[in-house]
């Protein structure tokens, strides 16, 4: 039998000194639960991703410095230890510590290159082809990517090395799905090489990234035996019977048959013995049971720790934004109260000669129910004196965007003002229909230092908003703000269906354009060509607004940002016949 224990920290990028102090505290709670073996996420040390900080070479010295000190409490216990290692190159590892030092060191293999990951920008490819012995259980330590892989480290491992489990640290980050997907890749990687697979990801928010956790145990028929609490940091101690592999592999004859027609490495794989003092206590370990949230609480919670760890891991205590009255402040203003707390939360109310007395009362319904300071400024002081600034300039003009947009920048102007008084981190509130299409008005609504709905389409707001009310005790976001029709409020009886097909068509067409630049052929078929291609043209030419958006949680498989990158000066276009 092997006690292991995995620690789903929330580790800082750059916070070197604080997150080894996570680490070392960590290895001393598995050694009193007994553990004979712990670890700790992909890149612990430095945090993920540490971009270019990794091109500095005192980072990377002050992280190996680190994982010297580390090893010096790792003593009657092995650790993993994910860190960045400097050889000839600079290589994603894991060390491997034992006896108060450092052991040996496995490098990460396969480089994930898509979406949000640069790491060929960074790392040297490993070559890494080592199995660990300890107390006579073969370990496979893998590194997130390398076991995304069928044909990956793993495989050789297991097949070739006789690893009976794999380890695998990783900071593998959020989208929706995540859960499902992920688990059924893991199950299948343990079921198909018959091992136990023990999976501890990194838990936090960094930057525009949420990284949620969900380590688990597989066993080697591939079933979850345990699992870590999704989006919070946890320990995770369990026992691992070796023989229950043997028993596995025994009754199942793809091994067998594996050995016999796949290639062997050209080099042998190596087996690297541990040394060990066995811990002497080994107190009971309950049975963990975690409840997985459903898809929408899954979202909320992921949306809930990126605003709560970018404003704390940032230095700042406090946030505002306006309420509008709306659905889009109303669902930024709730996750804010649930991450942040209602103290510190602070709603400003800026109505203009254009907004409606039902949604005054809408933001003052909200800020009541929510329990947060709401202050009022009227605006129509200072857009009349913008306009009478402007008048000689726009004589014999009609008005039209301008003065509806010049709303709008008064607004931003005023809450970047309280920002700058307060100290307070400014929370933008456009979702991610609106900037799809360039509907919000740059340095106005745009303002702020973090769009907490960034990436989420606004069909998906209401389906947030209805699931936070039925959660919900008491009064929450108000019936009347969900139920009205969505209006910018910048001219008389204004309507967003007035600029934009309804969300519900929006939305579908977006997915296809943003998500998956997949055909329109079906789109154009359900929604008309002309809707299609109108849409299309909005998104293509509204990418120099977009690259001038705060950050905001990633929580699809492809947000503006990291994930896209168009070019601003673009003369593509989209062939819709």
Known sequence: ???????????TVGDIDGNTGKI??????????????????ECAVPGYPAEDLLLIPSFIDANIKAIEKIAKAAVGITA????????????????????????????????PNYGVFDENRYFQSGRSNRVLKLDGVKVAVTICEDLWHPTGPARTQTLWGGAELVLNISASPYHRGKFASREAMLSTRASDNGVFLAYVNTVGGQDELVFDGNSALFDPSG?????????EQDLLVFDVEVEDVIRH??????????????????????????????????????????I????????????????????????????????????????????????????????????????????????????????IACRTIPIEAPFKSFLDTLAPLFEGTE????????????????????????????????????????????????????????????????????????????????VNTIEKEPSAELRPDQKDSDSLPDYDVLDP??????????????????????????????????????RQAPPGVRITQRAFGKDRRYPITNRFKRDFK
């Not at 070392?24 to 996420?41: E, N």
């Not at 079933?223 to 989006?231: D, G, K, N, T």
């Not at 016999?260 to 066995?278: D, G, I, M, Q």
């Open 24 to 41: 070392i505290a960590g290895i001393g709670k598995a050694k009193a639960m007994g553990a004979d073996l712990c670890a700790f996420p």
């Open 249 to 290: 592999r025994l009754s199942d004859p793809r091994r067998r048959s594996a050995l016999l027609h796949e290639t062997p490495p050209e080099a042998p794989v190596e087996t690297f013995e541990l040394p060990h003092t066995p811990a002497t206590q080994k107190p009971h370990l309950a049975v963990r049971e975690t």
């Open 292 to 371: 997985l949230p459903g898809e929408i609480e899954e979202v909320y919670r992921a949306l809930l720790v990126g605003i709560r760890d970018y404003a704390g891991k940032n230095g700042f205590d406090h946030v505002a934004l306006g309420l509008s009255g709306g659905i889009d402040s109303a669902l930024s203003a709730s996750i804010a109260v649930d991450a942040l707390g209602a103290a510190n939360v602070t709603g400003i109310t800026m109505p203009s000669p254009y907004s409606s007395t039902g949604s005054v009362d809408d933001s003052l319904e909200l800020a009541a129910n929510m329990g």
């Open 1 to 11: 039998m092997l006690r292991l224990a995995l620690h789903q920290i929330n580790p």
């Open 399 to 478: 008005p039209g965007v301008a003065e509806e947009n010049l709303q709008a920048r008064i607004r931003g102007t005023l809450l970047m003002a309280l920002s700058n008084k307060f100290g307070w981190l400014l929370l933008s509130t456009g979702n991610k229909s609106e900037t799809s299409v360039g509907y919000c008005t740059l340095y106005g609504d745009m303002a702020g230092g973090f769009d907490i709905l960034k990436d989420v389409p606004k069909t998906l707001v209401y389906t947030l908003s209805r699931w936070r009310n039925e959660e919900s005790s008491r009064p929450w976001i108000p």
């Open 509 to 546: 067409i977006l997915e296809v354009l943003v998500e998956k630049d997949s055909s329109t052929k079906g789109l154009c078929e359900l929604f008309g060509t002309e809707t299609v291609a109108r849409v299309a043209r909005l998104v293509d030419t509204n990418e120099y607004k977009r």
């Open 223 to 231: 079933e979850v035996l345990c699992r870590a609490m999704p989006f």
């Open 80 to 111: 993993v230890v994910g860190f960045v290692h400097r050889d000839d190159d600079l290589y994603n590892a894991a060390a491997i510590l034992a006896d108060g030092k450092v052991q040996t060191i496995i490098t990460k293999s396969i480089l």
